[in-house]
């Protein structure tokens, strides 16, 4: 046996390394990778940034060898041009994150004849350097309002550690300003970091020339002549010829041409000034019109509804161009099986539609866009819907108008407002479960209408996989009001006259030192409707009711089973929900087994918690039912495919002997669920 000693100190010019080896054909296989740390950093940080890996365990390379490679993984070898490569980016990553004097000792000790490898990887980070002062120099002949801008909110202040991603980002801040404030020429000129020998933390100055403040200029168009219209073009501009140039408005304005559905192509594009004494930005856009505006969309239906997985079959037909102006035509026919999971398969072969547990939804919507609404922040719609929904209990026909209003406030604020007009038949209806007079009334239709106003704030950072940030909506609705001037057109039906509320809040905090690989999601929504006229008992309508339970709820309970009354299926007026996640990807470089790229796979510890009251006067917190569980995710590109396992952690609707979990058996099926599911929970 002969033994192999490689020290390995990094300096700040290159790193001496020294490899004895048999031949220079020997393979070694790496029969142990030992990395430790001393300092602050997790290990795991410096093993992701490494190619070098150890060799798995015996099962995984025998079926590797043996059986099937995807069953498996193959046997890791040591590479010297792969371990100094590897050398080289922890050298990197402890210079970028101020650990200058930071010592590697590496040793390589053969075995079992010269054929196996034991390597170490010892890292002593040292003391860490910080910032003890930052200049940004450049911007005194500058408006006063942009040398504010970059002034302030700085990703660096002084005695922060060293940190090179942050300088990245303060160089991304200060041009993204200066871009955004017309100075769309201002460049680094140098970047000087001077390291006090003394204490080994850093002066950094940072020195700027930005140019003369640009304008928008003259705006052409660059295209072909199927477009009849190019004043739709100029008219989703959020700019004009002598505005401030933008670089961010001028990126606006692009997502509002190509959202239009009428171009194969459109891009923005400034000319580079060529007369010196002008301060005005040309504005060249290129576009290419669609063809064809009509298409036909067969469906195939996976999504989330009532809180459980559903699937069907749809199809649709869209028309992007309706009588021109980039209107929006669209009409679209969907027939879907709700709750899958409560399905039974057997009596539903036996019994067909009449089994209680196929619930079914059909729907018939056309819709009508308008992407221009006197303004290029606001979009309108109108929609008409009829809509059949059988549930286990009851049945309903719906025909519905929607009127509604979509404002861009700000980058993350929108608006939206909604007046709805419905008629509302119950076709069929189990009055032992369902009680039809706190249900729709003393008659089996309703004729309602519904005006709401809803503002949401949304500052996550990714729609389907969120990571950090919040999205907060409120919404407050008013039902009654339209129905009682139209009583007279609806043979008197009856109607609700209802205030509704409605608040929801999610944050997710990343709590990982890899990015996205540990998420904390939290959740809080409440709601509550109110008849506001004493005169008129009409109930709240059902499609406007609160329901509670299945994936998407409170786990643990099914779909609309879980309230403080008798009957929840028929929906409640209060409600209270709240749910946190610890959500962990497994494995963070792509690698496939079995077909599966493992790095997408997840597992999510998830307590959620609520209930839902028909009455404020009912109202008690002890009422609140909590679910606690385990779950599974796969990522695909339109969100995770999950399935949970849920146990009533406590169920206040039980015998105080069985309430608490601790007092039953962890597994009996009255108190646990499997919840499949498509998307995140929230």
Not at 146 to 155: A, E, P, Y
Not at 216 to 222: A, E, P, Q, T, V
Not at 652 to 680: D, M, V
Request: aromatic letters at 12%; a positive charge.
């Amino acid at each position: 046996m002969r033994n192999i000693k490689l020290i390995f100190l990094v300096a700040i010019i290159f790193f001496p390394l020294k490899l004895v080896s048999q031949s220079n054909h020997a393979k070694f296989e790496i029969e142990d990778l030992i990395l430790t740390v001393k300092g602050e950093t997790n290990p795991e940080i410096y093993s992701s940034l490494i190619q070098t890996k150890q060799t798995p365990n015996a099962l995984l390379t025998f079926m590797f060898d043996n059986v099937y490679e995807r069953f498996g993984r193959k046997r890791e070898y040591f590479e010297p041009l792969v371990f100094t490569s590897d050398l080289l980016l922890i050298k990197r990553y402890l210079d970028d994150n101020g650990f200058f004097n930071a010592k590697v000792d590496t040793s390589l000790k053969l075995k079992n004849n010269d054929k196996a490898a034991l390597i170490t990887i010892n890292i002593n980070e040292n003391t860490r350097s910080k910032i003890d002062s930052l200049k940004i120099l450049g911007f005194d002949s500058i408006d006063t309002e942009t040398n504010k801008l970059i002034s302030s909110h700085q990703f660096i202040l002084e005695g922060d550690y060293y940190n090179r991603q942050l300088i990245d980002k303060e160089l991304e801040r200060i041009n993204k300003i200066c871009f955004n404030n017309g100075y769309r020429l201002n460049k680094l000129d140098t970047v000087i970091q001077f390291r006090y020998l003394s204490t080994n933390n850093l002066s950094i100055t940072l020195k700027y020339s930005p140019g003369e403040k640009y304008q928008f200029g003259k705006i052409s168009l660059i295209g072909d002549t199927l477009l009849t219209q190019p004043e739709i073009i100029f008219r989703h501009l959020d700019f004009k010829e002598g505005d401030i140039y933008s670089e961010s408005v001028k990126s606006k304005s692009d997502q509002n041409i190509n959202q239009l559905g009428i171009f194969d192509f459109a891009r923005i594009d400034y000319v580079p000034i060529v007369d010196s004494n002008s301060n005005k930005l040309p504005i060249e856009i290129y576009y290419k019109t669609r063809s064809e505006f009509r298409e036909i969309v067969p469906e195939v239906l996976v999504k989330e509804e009532n809180n459980t997985l559903n699937t069907g079959v749809g199809i649709s037909f869209n028309h992007k161009n309706f009588f021109g102006d980039a209107r929006k035509f669209s009409t679209r026919f969907r027939f879907s099986f709700q709750s899958l999971p409560e399905l039974d398969l057997q009596n539903a072969l036996k019994r067909g539609v009449d089994e209680p547990s196929l619930l079914t939804k059909t729907d018939l919507h056309f819709q009508l866009t308008q992407p221009y609404f006197f303004s290029t922040r606001t979009t309108s719609t109108l929609d008409g819907i009829i809509e059949y929904d059988n549930q286990k209990y009851y049945s309903l026909n719906t025909l519905r108008s929607r009127f509604g209003i979509i404002h861009q406030f700000a980058i993350y604020t929108r608006g939206f407002i909604d007046f709805n007009v419905e008629r509302v038949s119950i076709i069929r209806i189990d009055t032992l479960k369902v009680d039809l007079n706190t249900f729709t009334g003393k008659r089996q239709k309703q004729f309602n209408s519904m005006l709401s106003f809803t503002i949401q704030r949304n500052k996550t950072d990714d729609m389907i996989y969120p990571s950090s940030g919040y999205s907060h909506t409120f919404q407050l609705e008013e039902g009654g009001t339209i129905s009682r001037s139209l009583s007279s057109l609806s043979n008197d039906l009856p109607y609700s006259e209802y205030i509704r509320l409605n608040l929801t809040l999610l944050h997710y905090f990343d709590i990982g030192e890899i990015t996205k690989m540990s998420v904390l999601a939290l959740k809080l929504k409440s709601g509550y409707s109110h008849l506001y006229n004493p005169k008129n008992t009409t109930p709240v309508p059902p499609s406007r009711k609160f329901y509670m339970g299945g994936g998407s709820s409170v786990r643990g309970w099914k779909s609309r089973s879980l309230g403080a009354f008798s009957n929840p299926e028929q929906g409640g007026n209060i409600m209270i929900e709240s749910s946190g996640e610890l959500r962990y990807q497994l494995f963070q470089n792509p690698k496939e087994f079995i077909g599966l790229d493992i790095s997408k796979i997840g597992i999510t510890f998830f307590v959620d918690a609520g209930t839902i009251w028909d009455s404020l006067k009912y109202v008690k917190l002890t009422d609140i039912s909590i679910a606690s569980g385990i779950g599974f995710r796969y990522n695909t590109i339109i969100g995770p495919i999950r399935i949970d396992l849920g146990f009533r952690f406590y169920d206040p609707f039980e015998s105080p002997e069985k309430n608490w979990i601790t007092k039953r058996k962890l597994f009996q099926s009255a108190y646990s669920r499997i919840e499949i599911g498509l998307g995140n929970t929230f």
